[in-house]
Nanobody
Framework: QVQLVESGGGLVQAGGSLRLSCAAS????????MGWFRQAPGKEREFVAT????????YYADSVKGRFTVSRDNAKNTAYLQMNSLKPEDTAVYYC?????????????????WGQGTEVTVSS
């Protein structure tokens, strides 16, 4: 079992920045690839970013490429999502997820553990 706890969400003006954190506990963090997903009101959950076990390989949704950066610190059992140049359409609940295995994935179906989510609201 892996427990994930997100933090860092909040209200920010368009153009601003936030850094989300995802603290993991329970198992060896480096055995898991990490993903970030989001769900806006009335919409389906969508992929945002993912990193392999080391953070050396990453992949982003086109909508956030160049603005968001995913990283992880395995010594601290924590993953991060740095979000810059935020737009109102980034407003959503953001979830981190962990999948068994070291390779990353963009599909939420393959993730085994999920955090409770942290809300991000971007005002125009």
């Amino acid at each position: 079992q892996v427990q994930l706890v997100e933090s860092g969400g909040g209200l920010v003006q368009a153009g601003g920045s936030l850094r989300l954190s995802c603290a993991a506990s329970g198992r060896t963090f480096s055995n898991y690839a990490m993903g970030w997903f989001r769900q806006a009101p009335g919409k389906e959950r969508e992929f945002v970013a993912t990193a392999n076990w080391s953070g050396g390989s990453t992949y982003y949704a086109d909508s956030v490429k160049g603005r968001f950066t995913v990283s992880r610190d395995n010594a601290k059992n924590t993953a991060y999502l740095q979000m810059n140049s935020l737009k109102p359409e980034d407003t959503a609940v953001y979830y981190c997820a962990a999948k068994v295995g070291r390779g990353y994935s963009t599909s939420h179906f393959v993730y085994d553990y999920w955090g409770q989510g942290t809300e991000v609201t971007v005002s125009s």
